[in-house]
């Protein structure tokens, strides 16, 4: 069974570490990113924060259930840095491209986070502050309510693929990346005419295109179609 949480008054009494750090749950979760963006996923372990906090590792338990429940309050962070400072503006397509592409970019910041988290459901505090507002946004632009549903949907699941697509390239090693962003020049761009007219037509295109993220141009399909969808409704 799992050792339950400490709630957060009995936590701030705690005295500082040795350093004279005082704990607290965001700064777990910063230094854990620090660790996944120095070390990937395999450096994230009690024993490794314990050491970056100048703590003893079973202290994090007072905050976090387990590893699991740390890697939940690592995606629902990146969540919260996405959502900083947004408003909604009334245009129900220019703050859903706004949110979509603050999510993707947060995520992508932290690729080896977005490997762990992109799939997860946090039910924290950052994700349903963002679910509700894509849901009000949809909702108030006038769409019925199982057309909301199913935009919503394909939207945040498109964001968190294409973050988790475009993380997984950028925690590639570098030469792997550079080498995967050559392939477009160095072969496709030379294959003739004669037995790959599509490709070799299209060739200098996809050597500019491909190596940059899609999601903003599938952002804008998206929108289109929804867009397509809410204008008989209305």
Not at 20 to 43: D, K, M, N, P, Q
Not at 115 to 127: F, P, Q
Not at 209 to 230: F, G, I, K, N
């Amino acid at each position: 069974m799992p050792k339950p949480v400490v709630p957060e008054e009995k936590r701030r009494r705690r005295r500082p570490t040795k350093s004279g750090t005082v704990l607290s749950e965001a700064l777990i979760v910063e230094t854990a990113l620090r660790l996944l963006r120095e070390h990937g996923s395999a450096g994230l372990t009690a024993r490794r924060l314990g050491l970056a906090l100048d703590a003893d590792p079973s202290t994090l338990y007072r905050y976090f259930r387990g590893m699991d429940d740390l890697t939940l309050a690592i995606g629902d962070a990146l969540i919260g840095q996405a959502l900083h400072g947004w408003r909604p503006t009334g245009e129900w397509r220019a703050d859903l491209r706004t949110v979509g592409l603050r999510i993707h970019a947060a995520y992508v910041a932290h690729p080896q986070a977005a490997l762990l988290t992109t799939n997860r459901v946090t039910g924290r505090a950052n994700e349903l502050a963002a679910d509700e507002a894509v849901l009000d946004v949809l909702r108030t632009a006038g769409f019925p309510l199982a057309e909301t549903v199913r935009i919503y949907h394909a939207f945040i699941d498109q964001t968190l693929a294409f973050a988790a697509l475009d993380a997984a390239s950028l925690a590639l090693p570098s030469a792997a990346l550079r080498a995967d962003e050559a392939m477009w020049r160095s072969t496709y761009a030379r294959l003739p005419r004669t037995s790959h007219p599509r490709i070799a037509e299209a060739a200098p295109l996809l050597a500019t295109r491909m190596v940059t993220s899609a999601y903003p141009t599938a952002l804008e399909m998206l929108l289109d179609s929804a867009q397509a969808r809410l204008d008989p409704a209305r």
